[in-house]
Structures are given as C-alpha cells and as structure tokens.
C-alpha cells in the first residue's frame, strides 16, 4: 500500500476547514489544517506535503502571498486555491503565481477530491516520465538506447513503439488515455493514426509475451493499461 498522500489545507473559517480535513481523510489524505497563511508557511517549512490547498482570503497571509513563499521554496509542490470570488484577475493572477487549479466556494467535496486526485496523477506521470529506466515485470526498458531486455537477450525498439511503450510506463498500472497517446505520438488522433496505434500496441505484446505477469489490455472506450507486478517504493 502506498504512503499516505499529504495535504496542507489552509481555510480561516474553521468550520469549513474541520468538515474539508475530516473528509479529506476519510478519503485517505493525511491532512493538516491551518487558520492562517502564516501558520500555513510554517507547517509547510516544517514538513514535507503532496499538495497544497489554499483559501485566498486568510488572516495575516493571503492565499497568493503563501502561493509565492512556497514556490519560492518549492516549484515542484501543486497549489489549488480556494476563493469565494469569481473574478477573472484573481484567477490569472493565482496561475501567474503558479496555481495548478482553481476551485470557486460554494463547491462540492467531491469535486475537491477529484481535482486533488488529477493533480496527483498528473505529477506521478510527470515524475515517471523524467525516468529512462523501467522495470517492466522481468523486462528491463532503457528508453534512451530503445532497448527491451530480459536476462541476456535485449531488443532494439523503434522509435514509436519505445515512445508507447514510454507513455504505458509513465502510466504503469493506470489508464493511457488513447487520444493523449496519439495526439503526443501521432499529433493526431484521426482514424488511421489510430489503427496504425493499434498496430504498435500488438507488436509491444509481442515484445512483451514471456512474461506472462505483464500484459497491455485494452480499457474500451479509454485506451490502454500497461499491467505489471507492482514496484516497491
């Protein structure tokens, strides 16, 4: 199972922010609740969070005056503010700063975690395709030399099946959308880009098939999942 995700929230009306961290985690987020930008800036410098949910409008730190101290100090770490207001020179000014959602009050919690889970999943992709290197099952993939290996016998990939098989890797055990693989591949998602993507995934089955704990299946609708046995942390 994996760490526990967490969040720093920061909402000065304390009945929100009590319901947002109690259902936070209930959801599995270990969550920590502070009043204020300041106190938000000192348990951000204290330790270590996945995300950042800010309220715009606190008591002695706004919102954006937190959003640049922790971009100061971390350019990595998301940033989603929370604000009553609607006004478009608030929202640019919060992804001038370097927001990476914007979430308007009233909203649903649900909806909270949905954006907390995209965000998440958008930087997992992100850190896993800084990687050249994949362990695949028993399969070893150098995206850099374009090689596929396994024990002694190692394959040289073409250039699109080593940039599939590395969008399947970023996405290991989740869903590659379809028209996110064509169109960063293809450019294109047109119909006979898609069916020569269909040719390519059955040649990386083909590379794939004598470990039989690795497969790529086919998610209609969606796209395609790379199945592997999991990698320990």
């Known amino acids: 199972m994996d760490e526990k995700k967490k969040i720093?929230?920061?909402?000065d009306d304390e009945n929100l922010g009590m319901l947002l961290r109690e259902y936070l985690?209930?959801?599995?987020y270990e969550t920590t609740l502070c009043p204020d930008g300041e106190a938000g800036y000192r348990a951000f410098m204290r330790d270590k969070f996945d995300i950042c949910v800010l309220d715009v409008m606190m008591p002695k730190?706004?919102?954006f005056s937190l959003a640049k101290d922790i971009r100061l100090n971390s350019e990595e770490t998301p940033i989603i503010f929370l604000t009553a207001k609607t006004l478009k020179d608030d929202i640019l000014e919060g992804f001038k700063i370097g927001a990476d959602d914007y979430i308007t009050k009233p909203f649903s919690m649900e909806e909270l975690t949905m954006r907390i889970e995209a965000i998440l999943r958008r930087m997992r992709v992100r850190k896993n395709r800084d990687r050249s290197v994949y362990?695949?099952?028993s399969y070893t993939f150098d995206t850099q030399k374009q090689t596929l290996t396994r024990g002694d016998v190692s394959e040289k990939l073409t250039t699109k099946e080593s940039e599939l098989l590395g969008l399947l890797c970023a996405n290991m055990n989740d869903i590659l959308q379809r028209e996110f693989a064509l169109k960063t591949i293809w450019i294109d998602d047109n119909y006979f880009n898609a069916r020569s993507m269909d040719v390519y995934i059955t040649?990386?089955?083909k590379h794939l098939k004598e470990d039989p704990s690795v497969e790529i299946i086919n998610i209609h609708g969606k796209g395609y999942k790379l199945i592997t046995p999991?990698?320990?942390e």
Do not use: F
């Not at 720093?8 to 909402?11: K, N, P, R, V």
């Not at 985690?25 to 599995?28: C, D, R, T």
């Open 25 to 28: 985690q209930a959801k599995g």
């Open 61 to 63: 730190k706004d919102g």
């Open 203 to 205: 040649k990386l089955r």
């Open 8 to 11: 720093l929230l920061c909402e």
């Open 230 to 232: 999991e990698e320990d």
């Open 135 to 137: 362990q695949i099952g």
